[in-house]
């Protein structure tokens, strides 16, 4: 995590991964995140991609940069590379082909679509949420304000409310994290 404290406030920058097999969409959800933009002939990633966006969280500036790993398995060695220091982590698949990797392992699940744009800002902004609280809770809980933080250990705790509940019973997920 970076975190700096100027005249506008903290400013946070996040990493994220995404990870999954290949042409499962992770291209297609980080253009429409990040740029809106969508197109159905999207080109095989080939090792990783970034981009980022920012995001106004409780008055703070939030940048999340977003990285996209190739799904070749060929790749996989540096994915795993690229998910080191990352503070969370998407998780997408195909539901048509695969079990809920959520339901089996007890994840926050949420079913989107690059096509028809479902769900994909939230998906995103519920990850990036998540991890500022996380990281704002143990900044405020430290002993000094400006104590630096292992990037390897801050967890995502997804706390299920009603509405959490009923999204996880009304369908599966392409993206979890």
């Avoid at 197109?39 to 500036?61: N, Y």
């Avoid at 800002?121 to 990281?135: L, M, Q, S």
């Avoid at 009923?166 to 993206?175: A, L, P």
């Amino acid at each position: 995590m970076t975190s700096s404290s100027d005249d506008e406030g903290e400013k946070y920058l996040f990493k994220i991964v995404i990870i999954g097999d290949s042409a499962v969409g992770k291209s297609n959800l980080l253009s429409l995140y990040a740029r809106n933009e969508f197109s159905l002939h999207t080109k095989a990633t080939i090792r990783v991609e970034f981009q980022t966006k920012t995001r106004d969280i409780d008055g703070k500036e939030v940048k999340a940069q977003i990285w996209e790993t190739a799904g070749q398995e060929k790749f996989r060695a540096v994915t795993s590379a690229y998910c080191r220091g990352s503070f969370g982590v998407l998780v997408v698949y195909d539901i048509s082909r695969t079990i809920h990797i959520s339901e089996s392992e007890g994840m926050f699940f949420m079913e989107t679509s690059a096509v028809d744009s479902t769900n994909v800002e939230k998906a995103f902004d519920v990850v990036i949420h998540d991890i500022y609280n996380n990281v704002s809770r143990k900044v405020l809980n430290s002993d000094s304000y400006k104590a630096q933080l292992s990037l390897n250990r801050v967890s995502l705790d997804h706390v299920h409310d009603d509405t959490d509940q009923s999204e996880q019973k009304g369908g599966s997920s392409c993206c979890s994290s």
